[in-house]
């Protein structure tokens, strides 16, 4: 059986909402994030020692980063559904936006959330931070215009992978029209909607 080990307010959101696409039986194991330090309970250790969310375990295999779940869920389960065909064309951007996402684009959105927690002594990184999250978010605005995915006309599992860049992206309420457009398109997916109702409540503001 898979299991989702969840996160509240997390990357783990889009792991569920693949599964709702893919319309396979799952569970949720249900961690809550510290009021406080907004970090992982210590349970999720018991999973995986680096205790983050998301995993997935397929009874004896245990899977972390939310890019290689996203691949594993698709070659074993998706039948050639949501992933262009290895040989094609797209298929090499497709799998340039799933290492994108985590690999490139959220460094600076998270290193905003974290130097901004040091207020005044933070300042002097805030230009290159936030020069850096223009340069990659105008990228991901530019790649978007005149279509509804990220590759070909189809939802793909990367724009799965990349929703949490376009989601944190909107946070910062800055704008970015082609992102703000792809957000709401594949939030309205019933999938997307189930996988909410299914994890629980879901927000990225700070
Ligand atoms: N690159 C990893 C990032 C995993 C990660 O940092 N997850 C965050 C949630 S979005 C987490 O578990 N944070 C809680 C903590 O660090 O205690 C992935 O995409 O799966």
């Known amino acids: 059986m898979l299991v989702v080990h969840h996160l509240n307010d997390s990357r783990s959101q889009r792991v569920l909402w693949l599964l709702e696409e893919l ?5 949720i194991k249900h961690y809550q994030r510290d009021a406080v330090t907004r970090l992982a309970p210590p349970e999720l250790k ?4 680096l205790g983050k ?3 997935l375990t397929d009874n004896s295999l245990t899977i972390i980063e939310s890019g290689a779940i996203i691949e594993y869920l698709l070659r074993r389960h998706g039948m050639g559904r949501l992933r ?5 064309a797209d298929f090499e951007a497709y799998n340039q ?3 994108y996402a985590e690999g490139s684009a959220m460094l ?3 290193l905003k959330l974290y130097v901004g927690r040091l207020g005044d002594a933070g300042a002097p990184l805030a230009p290159r931070i936030n020069s850096e999250i223009a340069n990659h978010l105008g990228y991901v605005n530019q790649a978007l215009e005149g279509r509804e995915w990220l590759v070909g006309d189809a939802l793909t599992g990367a724009d799965i992978q990349m929703s949490f860049v376009g989601e944190a992206a909107r ?3 800055a704008s970015y029209p082609n992102i703000d457009a792809w957000v709401k398109r594949f939030q309205a997916r019933p999938a997307y909607r ?3 109702e299914r994890g629980g409540p879901y927000s990225l503001a700070a």
Request: net charge neutral; proline share 17%; glycine share 0%.
């Open 23 to 27: 319309a396979i039986p799952y569970d």
């Open 46 to 49: 018991a999973v995986h020692p």
């Open 53 to 55: 969310s998301p995993v």
């Open 84 to 88: 262009p065909a290895t040989a094609s």
């Open 97 to 99: 936006w799933m290492h």
């Open 108 to 110: 600076p959105l998270l």
């Open 171 to 173: 946070e910062l309420r």
């Open 194 to 196: 189930k996988a909410l």
